[in-house]
């Protein structure tokens, strides 16, 4: 017996223990979501209210004309399809952000950071569940606007949004996981929510386009110019059409790359992020 | 590994949160296969202890070594080693038993084949073998510890560390996980850190480290602890090292 339940040798964690690693955390993560069925219906009406009443409403007010990626006059709610895209990724980010926080105060935060694998590859690994549920609520959120008439040109470009849903994704998560080594405890999150998610999601190109922000506010405009979320929202539209934006692929990808490693500075051992509970 | 190295070593680990000094130049040894109990009451800085030792935080200074590895410099190779059960309950309630321990053993990089064949022998080894598809909101607290240690056994570890594993079970469920324990560290080689705030958990060969306000004020065996401080048992032993009552539940270990 005694051989079998201790040994002298460990496994050397490899790339192939990180992949098993990596896909342990996002299995884990996908089945909690799916068990979780209020979640995923709340992060799906969601968007919808605002498609069918908010767009619906404001269609005859608000025309968009003619900007890039559209060549050709569109509906309001075609407009903000992509914001609302985003805007899934937004609350999905700060979600898994809120399990953090939780998952901290529980102790399976604990049970993470025992596995041998480097933290901040854990750290990412758990950023990548994360956008992986969120690429699952926005093809949901794609299927039911599909049946409302909004599609994209080509059934092609349900493909070529994937690689922008990514890294908007990346970026909404790190960003959460930066805001979750910030908040010292559960309660602080519905701050969050007032503070952080409703000012970047309205101060975006995500409800209205920028030239007409600026036309109404040119101070507004500098402040939805100097939001990240912006770029998600412009990198996802045009992936949608089949277009790469260049600028916000840039801000996208910087911006996901500070994000997480001030993340992963925060939850380094030695930073104390961890001990604030002193638990 | 040499049989000469020990387990655990924790040298001249000192904390503090701000001002409140938690660990104070704290340094003993736990040896392969023994078991030793970290006592202390609640705030002797025991969950502190455990947190630098799991690495969830680095100390302010000292060391930890996990057979030899330093915990903060070669974090994997000691975590690798290194078997944990926390006080508080962290298995995924909505998640089956084998599911969790899937979790579990893919955090640690093991293949499904690798993790099956070690969830059957401990499954077994902790009497729920028949449980292994029940969702662990449906397990009793005495079961879900059966399966956090099963769960910490996973893979393999030389070391385990139990922070407070009997706090709220009934008189049986401890005895019957102090005594799966027990066998862990006499017939399996392993070495056995195990936190309590109570003395009747203590045995006369048990390795025994006394924890008081940051401070370390034993570390010995029992036996010797007692007769050292001339009490009658451990528990007056611990009084007159502490100043503070000892505490017992009520199960003969």
Redesign the interface.
């Known amino acids: 017996m005694s051989a079998t339940l201790a040994r002298d040798e460990t496994r050397a964690f490899g790339p192939r223990r990180l992949w098993i690693c990596l896909n342990g955390i996002v299995w884990r993560e996908s089945l909690r979501f799916l068990h979780q069925r209020e979640r995923f219906v709340s992060a799906l009406v969601r968007p919808l209210v605002w498609l069918f009443i908010f767009a619906a409403g404001f269609r005859q007010t608000l025309g968009v004309s003619i900007i890039p990626p559209y060549d050709t006059y569109v509906l309001y709610e075609v407009y903000i399809t992509p914001g609302l895209m985003a805007m899934i990724q937004l609350f999905n980010g700060m979600q898994s952000s809120l399990s953090m926080v939780y998952d901290r105060e529980m102790g399976s935060m604990r049970m993470l950071l025992v596995s041998p694998a480097p933290r901040w590859f854990l750290l990412t690994a758990k950023l990548i569940a994360g956008v992986t549920v969120s690429i699952l609520q926005v093809y949901t959120f794609l299927v039911i606007a599909y049946f409302w008439e909004i599609t994209p040109p080509s059934w092609w470009n349900y493909l070529t949004v994937l690689p922008a849903l990514m890294l908007s994704g990346l970026m909404m998560g790190a960003f959460g996981m930066l805001l979750s080594s910030l908040i010292k405890q559960l309660e602080n999150f519905a701050g969050v929510m007032n503070f952080v998610i409703f000012p970047m999601f309205f101060a975006s190109s995500a409800l209205y386009p920028l030239w007409r922000v600026q036309e109404g506010s040119p101070w507004l405009a500098l402040v939805c110019k100097l939001n990240p979320f912006t770029y998600a929202v412009e990198l996802t539209r045009f992936a949608f059409y089949g277009q790469f934006e260049p600028i916000s692929f840039v801000v996208v990808v910087g911006c996901t790359i500070a994000f997480l490693a001030a993340a992963i500075w925060a939850y380094d051992p030695s930073r104390g992020i961890l001990m604030r509970k002193g638990s | 590994?040499s049989a000469d190295v020990d387990a655990l070593t924790v040298e001249h680990v000192t904390h503090a949160?701000g001002a409140r000094v938690?660990l104070d130049d704290v340094s003993f040894a736990v040896a392969p296969s023994s078991f030793c109990v970290l006592l202390g009451l609640n705030g002797a800085g025991k969950?502190?202890l455990f947190?630098v030792i799991?690495?969830?935080?680095?100390a302010r200074s000292g060391r930890v070594r996990i057979f030899g590895h330093d915990v903060?410099r070669e974090?994997?190779?000691?975590?690798?080693?290194?078997g944990?059960v926390?006080?508080?309950?962290?298995l995924?309630p909505?998640?089956s038993v084998e599911?969790n321990l899937?979790?579990?053993?893919?955090?640690?990089?093991?293949?499904r084949g690798e993790r099956r064949e070690r969830q059957k022998?401990l499954l077994e080894?902790v009497g729920l073998a028949d449980r292994a598809r029940d969702k662990a909101r449906h397990l009793s607290g005495g079961q879900m510890r059966r399966i956090e240690i099963a769960r910490a056994?996973l893979?393999?570890?030389?070391l385990v560390l139990l922070d407070e594993p009997t706090a709220g079970l009934d008189i049986k469920s401890r005895a019957d996980i102090l005594s799966i324990v027990r066998d862990?560290a006499r017939?399996?080689?392993?070495g056995v850190l195990w936190t309590t705030h109570l003395v009747d958990e203590i045995r006369a060969e048990d390795h025994v480290v006394v924890l008081h306000k940051g401070k370390l004020r034993g570390d010995d065996s029992c036996a010797a602890i007692v007769a050292q401080s001339g009490a009658a048992g451990i528990g007056e032993a611990f009084t007159k090292l502490t100043g503070a009552p000892a505490l017992a539940g009520e199960i003969e270990a």
């Open positions: 590994m949160y938690a969950s502190t947190s799991t690495h969830l935080y680095a903060a974090s994997g190779p000691a975590l690798a080693r290194l944990v926390f006080q508080s309950r962290t995924d909505d998640l599911q899937a979790y579990h053993g893919a955090l640690q990089g093991m293949t022998i080894r056994l893979h393999q570890p030389k862990l017939d399996d080689g392993v």
